[in-house]
């Protein structure tokens, strides 16, 4: 049974997979953890561990476009891995154009690490902002 609130997103790499959390009531959306992947390949056990601990409603994968809004390599993996969390998961999982979620992540990250929030060990968790970027995007586009 789904948690009707919860939405996971993910910004999803060859190495690591940025995954966020979010809630559909209040639209918020943070940060959760950055876990490894082999050529795009989750640990699926970690990610199995995820969906079961939040139980969300639906999912969201970010979509890598080229600057002019095109396909690209990163696209069809992007793609191929919401089409497997459909299958796997059997939730709602909706694709969500992440043109400059990375940088905007970095960006916050410096951010924080000026302030003294962060810490360059903490590096690994940009993905994860990422992933909260998306998140927040899809709600900006869905309200």
């Keep these: 049974m789904s948690n009707l609130s919860n939405v996971l997103s993910f910004d999803h ?5 940025g ?11 943070r940060p ?12 699926w056990t970690e990610l199995d561990d995820l969906v079961n601990t939040w139980e969300p409603a639906s999912m969201i994968v970010g979509l890598p476009l080229n600057l002019e809004g095109g396909e ?29 979620s990375s940088q905007e992540a970095a960006r916050n990250f410096a951010a924080q690490r000026a ?18 970027i998306i998140l927040e995007t899809w709600f900006s586009e869905t309200s």
């Design 72 to 100: 690209q390599s990163a696209s069809r993996r992007s793609r191929r891995f919401a089409e497997q969390l459909v299958k796997r998961y059997h939730r709602d999982v909706h694709l969500v154009d992440e043109r400059h």
């Design 13 to 17: 790499g060859t190495r690591y997979i």
């Design 19 to 29: 995954i966020a959390i979010g809630n559909l009531l209040i639209h918020s959306a």
């Design 115 to 132: 302030l003294g929030l962060r810490r360059r060990h903490h590096a690994d968790d940009i993905d994860a902002f990422a992933a909260a």
């Design 32 to 43: 959760l953890k950055a876990i490894s992947a082999h050529q795009g390949v989750p640990n």
